[in-house]
């Protein structure tokens, strides 16, 4: 299979997971995609660690390093690789924009590979899976990654090339961001192996996890309610 293939093989997946006849999925989609509906995760992310840390010291680092996560992960690739790659979103593609569903008249910017949403929720879905050590938490943040990795091809903004290019990116620089906290923590504490049916092995308590999850499920409720209340206005 040569690279025009490939190409081709990208829009055709593309078409397949982009839009529907659902005013519904519309409504949904745009919620889950906006950056502010996710506040309370990273709210209850910042709860997580400021409760399972005993100083100042590891919860800024914790914090240096999600945000270093959003930096390497997304905001480098905004500014460097996009432009330099240059290649069109979807819904710009002079091939098949003018099949691309979109929503409200929203295409996004000019520019599309890689996925910054990919990247970004994935690095810190990664980062924090390390960090606590709680298989709920690591499937419940990959399922919150890939939830928005769907709203970027339903919205047609970016091709499963783009989507999959970011997942690797952001497992990469998840994995290599906890990997310099690993290293970071054992200046300030000695590292603690927990062994307890009430904390994860790495001392994170499983009720605080859970206040992260319980989280998460709030939001999807409320994206459904919200997307359900813009069929009756």
Not at 49 to 56: I, M
Not at 97 to 124: E, K, P
Not at 160 to 186: E, F, M, N, Q, S
Request: hydrophobic fraction near 50%.
């Amino acid at each position: 299979m040569d690279f025009s293939q490939i190409i081709e093989l990208d829009r055709d997946l593309l078409l397949w997971f982009n839009g529907s006849d659902s005013l519904f999925l519309d409504g949904l989609v745009k919620t889950l995609t906006t950056a502010a509906t996710w506040i309370p995760l990273y709210v209850s992310l910042f709860y997580l660690v400021l409760k399972n840390n005993d100083n100042f010291q590891k919860v800024l680092l914790i914090v240096a390093c999600a945000g270093l996560c959003v930096f390497i992960a997304g905001s480098l690739n905004d500014m460097m690789v996009k432009p330099w790659v240059a290649r069109w979103r979807p819904s710009h593609d002079e091939a098949i924009g003018y099949v691309v569903d979109v929503v409200n008249d929203y295409r996004g910017g000019s520019y599309g590979f890689f996925s910054s949403h990919a990247a970004n929720t994935f690095s810190l879905a990664v980062f924090f899976s390390l960090l606590v050590r709680s298989r709920a938490l690591t499937v419940a943040l990959v399922a919150w990654s890939l939830v928005n990795c769907w709203t970027r091809m339903y919205l047609g903004v970016h091709f499963p090339g783009d989507i999959l290019c970011g997942l690797l990116w952001g497992g990469v620089v998840g994995t290599a961001v906890w990997y310099v906290h690993r290293l970071l923590l054992k200046k300030l504490s000695p590292a603690l192996n927990f062994i307890s049916s009430q904390y994860t092995s790495t001392g994170y308590l499983l009720t605080n996890v859970d206040v992260v999850i319980s989280v998460l499920a709030m939001t999807l409720i409320y994206a459904i309610l919200r997307a359900s209340f813009y069929l009756y206005v």
